[in-house]
Nanobody, 121 residues
Framework: QVQLQESGPGLVKPSQTLSLTCTVSGGSITTNVYYWSWIRQPPGKGLEWMGAIAYSGSTYYSPSLKSRTSISRDTSKNQFTLQLTSVTPEDTAVYYC?????????????WGQGTQLTVSS
């Protein structure tokens, strides 16, 4: 059973860089052919796929967020990390890490529980 757990600051100020980490257990993030995604859901809105990192280390980003998003990984810790620069209140959302992708949530089979991120001064 694969389990994913997000961790992050909870509150960031506008213009800062958000960093969230997903710790994976029950499976390796380097296992062929899985992808590992970040997805968010702003209040009152639907799910938005943000980006993914493949088992190979290749990365994929939503075109609308590509200029502000970076996904990396630490294979020794079985973790992958999302960085989102220049955040605004519009980035307030519940952020999920998940297994699946790379460019759609239709292939997601395991989800983290989600972590609330609020952007506010």
């Amino acid at each position: 059973q694969v389990q994913l757990q997000e961790s992050g600051p909870g509150l960031v100020k506008p213009s800062q860089t958000l960093s969230l980490t997903c710790t994976v257990s029950g499976g390796s993030i380097t296992t062929n052919v899985y992808y590992w995604s970040w997805i968010r859901q702003p209040p009152g809105k639907g799910l938005e796929w943000m980006g993914a990192i493949a088992y190979s280390g290749s990365t994929y980003y939503s075109p609308s967020l590509k200029s502000r998003t970076s996904i990396s990984r630490d294979t020794s810790k079985n973790q992958f990390t999302l960085q989102l620069t220049s955040v605004t209140p519009e980035d307030t959302a519940v952020y999920y890490c998940a297994r699946g992708g790379p460019t759609t949530i239709a292939t997601i089979d395991y989800w983290g529980q989600g972590t609330q991120l609020t952007v506010s001064s």
